[in-house]
């Protein structure tokens, strides 16, 4: 079983970036597909980029595409969230998630993730 804790968030200007890390103990991320997932004030969760595991697919939200890069770390137990151009739209509790399964793909589907982070706060603000 592996544990996620993320780190990074904090408050922003609009325009400005933040790299968020997901470091997992217990496991190699290596083994799971990661997803990075956001959830604003009285939204629902939303899946906004993932990372398989083997060739390093990837997939962005079309809300955050060309602004947010998800890549793993050198180290096996991190993959990161780079976030440029940030928007206060893009104020929310950022957590990320693993998937064992994610094999050359990876899903923004909550139910396909078996593990998760307690998250971290962005906010967005001038």
């Known amino acids: 079983q592996v544990q996620l804790v993320e780190s990074g968030g904090g408050l922003v200007q609009p325009g400005r970036s933040l790299r968020l890390s997901c470091e997992a103990s217990?496991?190699?991320?290596?083994?799971?597909?990661i997803g990075w997932f956001r959830q604003a004030p009285g939204k629902e969760r939303e899946g906004v980029a993932c990372?398989?595991?083997?060739?390093?697919?990837?997939y962005y939200v079309d809300s955050v595409r060309g602004r947010f890069t998800v890549s793993r770390g050198r180290a096996k137990n991190t993959v990161y969230l780079q976030m440029s151009s940030l928007r206060p739209e893009d104020t929310a509790v950022y957590s990320c998630?693993?998937?064992?399964?994610?094999?050359?793909?990876?899903?923004?589907?909550?139910?396909?993730?078996?593990?998760w982070g307690q998250g971290t706060q962005v906010t967005v603000s001038s």
């Open positions: 990372i398989s595991k083997g060739d390093g697919s990837t």
């Open positions: 217990g496991s190699s991320l290596d083994d799971y597909a």
């Open positions: 998630a693993a998937d064992p399964r994610g094999l050359n793909y990876c899903s923004n589907f909550e139910y396909e993730y078996d593990y």
